[in-house]
């Protein structure tokens, strides 16, 4: 789940920043809120789903590294 979804993700994630910022500088403030919004659901949907997924693992102590990545993930989604 974190190769699989994470790369469609970023590309949508980066789409949607794009797109937020280009509605406030054009004035339209709630509609780029309206789209963060959208882009930290999209943001926490995967996360929830690396954390559920993460212990099908070869290695053990991915599932901690999986897990914390996401968790840091979410807390960067909300700083930016």
Same mark, same amino acid.
């Given at each position: 789940? /974190? /190769?699989? #979804?994470? *790369? #469609?993700?970023?590309?949508?994630?980066?789409?949607?920043?794009?797109?937020?910022?280009? *509605? $406030?500088?054009?004035?339209?403030?709630?509609? #780029?809120?309206?789209?963060? =919004?959208? $882009?930290? #659901?999209?943001? /926490?949907?995967?996360?929830?789903?690396?954390?559920?997924?993460?212990?099908? =693992? $070869?290695? @053990?102590? /991915?599932? @901690?590294?999986?897990? =914390?990545?996401?968790?840091?993930?979410?807390?960067?989604?909300?700083?930016?």
């Amino acid at each position: 789940m /974190w /190769w699989l #979804g994470g *790369a #469609g993700l970023a590309c949508a994630v980066v789409g949607l920043l794009l797109l937020a910022e280009a *509605a $406030r500088s054009s004035g339209a403030a709630t509609t #780029g809120d309206l789209l963060d =919004v959208l $882009r930290l #659901g999209l943001y /926490w949907v995967w996360a929830w789903m690396v954390w559920k997924t993460a212990r099908n =693992v $070869r290695r @053990p102590v /991915w599932t @901690p590294v999986a897990r =914390v990545l996401a968790l840091a993930g979410v807390g960067l989604m909300f700083l930016i």
